[in-house]
């Protein structure tokens, strides 16, 4: 085995690093990826939506007037005596990069005008032990703490709701960065939950090892967010769902310390790794996580399809799943994303695309990346698909973490843009995408604007599949509104057709409502009674994940 806790720290303080930029307060990323809207675009919402594609001026970040701190000074003294004086802030800046995720209607209510709100302080531990602290003393004086990895969330999971009490602080573990252990016999890694995926990475490639877990919200996600929210990557189809990579889980909770996992897999009793990965900071603080990781792949193969309409593709991908012969990525685009990504660049990778766009890649050894592309791609061949050479495929993974600057350059021009996903069986694949499809239609139209809604797989199972939605709709005058009539609409509409209500954004506030839907009144009074028990004052993240 090989430690590795000497890697210094990442940060000390709120706020940006070399290796680790906060995000904008009031968009996606970082500065350097925000750009104007190609002009084709700005032609095209002409068209459509009757906008003139120029952007709005936004509030300058010191101009914001914030929500006063409402943290007691006997509870600032005792979160100071546990992180030290440097390790807590209520600055106005560090509070506002803290104020919540990167969602549609985030985005919309930060820039409104009038007072924001925020937690009320930002602390940072240093490790599991000051977690556990922090915990305590937030549970002795009545402050809720909301967990903060990366700050991607895009369902309302970061929200500083203070619930019954009087203060909240946000949590920032980006000080719990080291990779503790590397076992490459085993092929497991441990790693502190504030670690990036770009840090992660970084760390295992020093070693020739990778998670393979890539995410569109990788480069700012951490890995205790991504086991908190049941994460899965655009790879998922060759290394699995996060949690399928999870082998065990160091936890702090405010009644005490959870070390779950001991093998590979285990017949003691239930598996209580899979109560707290998904929990969403509700029943405790994720510190630590040991992950399958595997060698960094000899060779990256890739490949695009064409498939005549949306339906012929999805079975495709079916026979390829049911077959064993998924490559590592697998994503099927519908006709009208297909039509849109068309628009954006003039073409895709110079090929001739009808219908709908398929993208794969296969990695691995050379054995193994020349075997598997072959079987697959005899598999999807026979099944109706065109091969469009590698071009379309490398350019959609040069692109695949672009998507939520597009979003926000939409939304500053007066497009109301935004997604959804959920999953089902392939028998119910094409009932569910119509009826959210309608659902979303409906709804738009009857407020008064046309909608455009896109989809796409992105995620496959022996027995289903994810559905991933995009929305494009003019914003009406009260945009926040607008999309929660319709984002009220798809759910109920994913619910009576048998859907999950989320697939990887994880519940957070926004999908609170449909909890009970998707797991029972039992299954709701279970999940309060394990809350009871790891948390009794109810300061863990309060207003998300359970009824």
């Not at 109560?275 to 695009?304: D, K, M």
């Not at 994303?337 to 895709?348: F, H, Q, V, Y």
């Not at 890649?361 to 999807?380: D, M, P, Q």
């Not at 797989?457 to 027995?463: G, N, V």
Request: hydrophobic residues 45%; charged residues 20%; negative net charge.
């Amino acid at each position: 085995m090989v430690d590795t806790r000497q890697n210094p720290s990442a940060a000390s303080v709120p706020g940006e690093s070399p290796e680790r930029p906060s995000m904008v307060w009031d968009a996606w990323g970082v500065p350097s990826g925000h750009a104007p809207l190609p002009e084709r675009i700005r032609t095209l919402l002409a068209q459509v939506f009757g906008v003139s594609g120029e952007p709005v001026a936004r509030r300058a970040e010191n101009a914001v007037p914030l929500r006063p701190s409402a943290l007691s000074a006997a509870s600032l003294a005792a979160l100071t005596a546990v992180v030290g004086a440097d390790h807590v802030s209520t600055e106005q800046r560090d509070r506002l990069l803290h104020a919540g995720g990167k969602s549609t209607p985030d985005l919309l209510r930060r820039r409104a005008e009038g007072t924001q709100d925020a937690p009320d302080a930002v602390v940072l531990p240093a490790d599991h032990d000051q977690v556990r602290a922090v915990l305590a003393a937030c549970a002795d004086h009545g402050v809720a703490v909301v967990p903060f990895g990366g700050g991607t969330s895009v369902v309302g999971g970061l929200d500083p709701a203070r619930g019954r009490f009087d203060a909240v602080i946000a949590l920032d573990l980006r000080r719990l960065d080291t990779v503790a252990d590397i076992d490459p016999v085993s092929g497991t890694a441990t790693l502190g939950a504030g670690l990036t995926g770009p840090q992660a990475e970084k760390l295992l490639a020093a070693h020739g090892l990778s998670l393979g877990h890539f995410p569109q919200s990788f480069e700012f996600a951490s890995i205790g967010g991504f086991a908190a929210t049941r994460s899965s990557g655009q790879a998922s189809a060759g290394y699995g769902r996060f949690d399928d990579m999870i082998q065990r889980l160091r936890i702090a909770t405010p009644g005490g310390t959870l070390d779950l996992g001991r093998a590979p897999a285990s017949a003691a009793g239930p598996d209580l790794r899979e109560l707290f990965a998904g929990s969403e900071g509700t029943l405790g603080v994720i510190t630590e996580v040991t992950l399958r990781v595997h060698p960094i792949p000899e060779t990256v193969a890739y490949q695009a399809w064409s498939f005549p309409d949306f339906a012929t593709g999805a079975a495709a991908l079916r026979t390829v799943v049911q077959a064993g012969a998924a490559p590592t990525v697998l994503r099927l685009s519908d006709e009208a994303e297909t039509g849109l990504n068309l628009a954006r660049s003039g073409d895709i990778g110079g090929a001739a695309v009808t219908g709908c766009l398929a993208v794969t890649t296969v990695e691995g050894t050379a054995a193994h990346v020349a075997a598997r592309g072959a079987e697959a791609a005899e598999l999807l061949a026979a099944a109706g698909g065109t091969a469009l050479g590698e071009k379309p495929a490398r350019e959609w993974e040069h692109g695949r973490f672009a998507a939520p600057y597009l979003r926000d350059a939409l939304i500053d021009v007066g497009i109301l843009c935004e997604t959804l996903e959920t999953a089902t069986t392939w028998a119910n694949l094409a009932n569910l995408k119509a009826k959210v499809t309608a659902a979303l239609t409906d709804s738009l139209t009857a407020q008064g604007t046309p909608a455009l809604v896109m989809g796409h797989i992105s995620h496959t199972y022996p027995t289903g599949a994810s559905l991933y939605f995009t929305v494009v709709a003019k914003q009406l005058d009260d945009p926040i509104t607008q999309w929660r009539h319709a984002k009220r609409a798809a759910g109920d509409a994913i619910v009576a057709a048998g859907g999950t209500i989320t697939h990887h954004h994880a519940v957070g506030a926004d999908h609170r409502a449909w909890m009970t839907d998707e797991i029972g009144e039992l299954g709701v009074r279970v999940l309060r009674a394990v809350k009871q028990a790891v948390d009794p004052v109810g300061i863990l993240n309060p207003g998300k994940l359970i009824p």
